[in-house]
């Protein structure tokens, strides 16, 4: 056994946290920063600023429409079933889910509307407009 202050010292009964508290906090910041990222599910895409957003709403609900008119699922191109069946998973769970919709700001608006009403048709009432904020000058 281990004494502090050799001979006749007190004896170390007590574990170091110290070690632990540092990884715990490096993963705390890892975390915080990737978790951006998942919630997003839109990597890559354009988004159009508003100076009006607020910060993005925690659902974990999110899709879009890429530049080039396809929908997305959590940042992957997807068919309309497969949109559908991803929808319809979340309003199975919560009725009351907030859809995330994201849309390249070069698309057509009409097929940002396009992915909105298919939510609607399958039971999303919820809708957040995934933008970027706009500086301020």
Same mark, same amino acid.
């Given at each position: 056994?281990?004494?502090?202050?050799?001979?006749?010292?007190?004896? =170390?009964?007590?574990?170091? +946290?110290?070690?632990?508290?540092?990884?715990?906090? /490096?993963?705390? /910041?890892? @975390?915080?920063?990737?978790?951006?990222? =998942?919630?997003?599910? !839109?990597?890559? $895409?354009?988004?159009?600023?508003? !100076?009006?957003?607020?910060? $993005?709403? #925690? !659902? &974990? $609900? +999110? /899709?879009?429409?890429?530049?080039?008119?396809? @929908?997305?699922?959590?940042?992957?191109?997807?068919?309309?079933?497969?949109?559908?069946?991803?929808?319809?998973?979340?309003?199975?769970?919560?009725?009351?889910?907030?859809? /995330?919709?994201?849309?390249?700001? !070069?698309?057509?608006?009409?097929?940002? $509307?396009?992915? =909105?009403?298919?939510? #609607?048709?399958?039971?999303?009432?919820? @809708?957040?407009?995934? +933008?970027?904020?706009? &500086?301020?000058?």
């Amino acid at each position: 056994m281990k004494t502090l202050g050799g001979k006749g010292g007190k004896m =170390i009964t007590e574990i170091n +946290v110290t070690p632990l508290v540092d990884v715990m906090l /490096v993963l705390l /910041v890892i @975390f915080m920063v990737t978790a951006t990222y =998942i919630v997003r599910g !839109s990597i890559g $895409m354009k988004l159009p600023t508003a !100076s009006t957003a607020d910060q $993005m709403s #925690r !659902s &974990p $609900m +999110v /899709v879009g429409v890429d530049e080039k008119g396809n @929908f997305l699922v959590e940042g992957k191109v997807s068919s309309e079933a497969e949109v559908v069946a991803y929808i319809e998973g979340f309003v199975a769970r919560d009725p009351e889910v907030e859809a /995330v919709i994201s849309g390249d700001k !070069s698309v057509q608006y009409g097929r940002v $509307m396009d992915l =909105i009403n298919l939510a #609607r048709k399958h039971g999303v009432k919820n @809708f957040a407009a995934a +933008v970027e904020k706009k &500086p301020e000058r």
